[in-house]
């Protein structure tokens, strides 16, 4: 550790009276009481506190601004390819997060996760597909790969040969398949939907389910450790309480919505986006933030839906 010396300390005196009370290094200095040092150096515990950040930030390389942190960060991530969307995340899809759509059936969920896999699947990124509901559609992420990006036959099939889509119909499974990829890292894994596999255990005597949802959690945490990217869709449910209520207050609670799986799950999520629909003289989604640990809530932005996927 660097011996104290006068550029470090503000005069020759006071780095005599600090040696003298066996303060000989930096590390000396800063794991020093407050008090003692200023019984040492005659100063004030403001001048004290003033002098161990100076020399904390001047001398101590191990030491970086929170703000600096946060912003290397930034680059952490992958755009999802959808504008509005990158911008309302801060710039994509962060390595290490949990995130969720969530929303009415049909709202757009799986056509949003179709895009994303369709953008993504063009640069040099492999994606995890896990479709519950057997449904995938390899026609309408090949519908919106030419009508996006204009591709070729070839270029279609490096694209295609990206995507790995599991057809998972039970939790067991569900839980096999993330086992299976917690070894690996920086991995994109979408799972659509969530709630399919929850929904069976739903009344069970023993609760099953919420302990199967708590092991699928704790997967996930770890594939996130491994700086891998998890995207989940869940079902919103209208947020209805019909204690002490009477007919004419319903209307606007049942305008409300809430994520499916219970109040367990709740926290699972990094972040998590409300959709709305509606369907005008074009399909239009609404994206809100209702729950992030980096983003500012209740941020929305609109998106489009069209032969070319979600823009």
């Not at 004030?44 to 390389?61: A, F, P, R, T």
């Not at 952490?76 to 911008?87: H, M, Y």
């Not at 369709?118 to 057997?134: G, L, P, W």
């Not at 995507?163 to 070894?183: D, F, N, R, T, W």
């Amino acid at each position: 550790m660097m011996r104290l010396n006068v550029p470090m300390i503000t005069s020759a005196a006071l780095v005599d009276k600090l040696l003298s009370r066996n303060v000989f290094t930096v590390f000396d200095f800063l794991q020093r009481p407050n008090l003692d040092l200023q019984d040492i150096c005659n100063l004030s515990c403001k001048e004290v506190s003033k002098l161990k950040d100076n020399i904390m930030i001047s001398y101590c390389s191990d030491f970086i601004n929170a703000f600096i942190l946060y912003s290397n960060s930034s680059t952490n991530c992958i755009q999802t390819g959808i504008v509005n969307l990158d911008e309302l995340l801060n710039g994509g899809l962060r390595y290490g997060n949990i995130y969720e759509f969530c929303g009415p059936s049909a709202c757009g969920k799986t056509q949003l996760c179709y895009s994303i896999i369709s953008n993504i699947s063009i640069t040099s990124r492999n994606i995890i597909f896990i479709d519950t509901k057997c449904e995938f559609s390899i026609k309408r992420i090949k519908e919106i790969i030419y009508h996006t990006y204009h591709v070729s036959k070839n270029q279609m099939k490096v694209a295609l040969d990206k995507i790995h889509v599991y057809s998972i119909l039970e939790i067991y499974s569900l839980i096999s398949c993330l086992h299976s990829l917690k070894e690996k890292s920086e991995l994109i894994i979408i799972i659509d939907s969530i709630p399919v596999l929850y929904l069976p255990f739903v009344g069970s005597s023993k609760n099953e389910g919420l302990c199967f949802m708590n092991h699928i959690h704790s997967i996930l945490k770890r594939l996130c450790k491994n700086k891998s990217i998890v995207l989940l869709t869940n079902l919103a449910v209208k947020n209805c309480d019909f204690s002490n209520e009477d007919v004419t207050s319903l209307s606007t609670k049942q305008t409300e919505y809430k994520p499916a799986i219970g109040k367990y799950w709740l926290h699972v999520p990094s972040t998590r986006l409300m959709l709305t629909s509606k369907q005008s003289q074009q399909y239009v989604i609404n994206v809100t933030i209702s729950k992030s640990v980096n983003l500012p809530i209740n941020k929305n932005c609109i998106l489009t839906l069209n032969n070319k996927g979600v823009l």
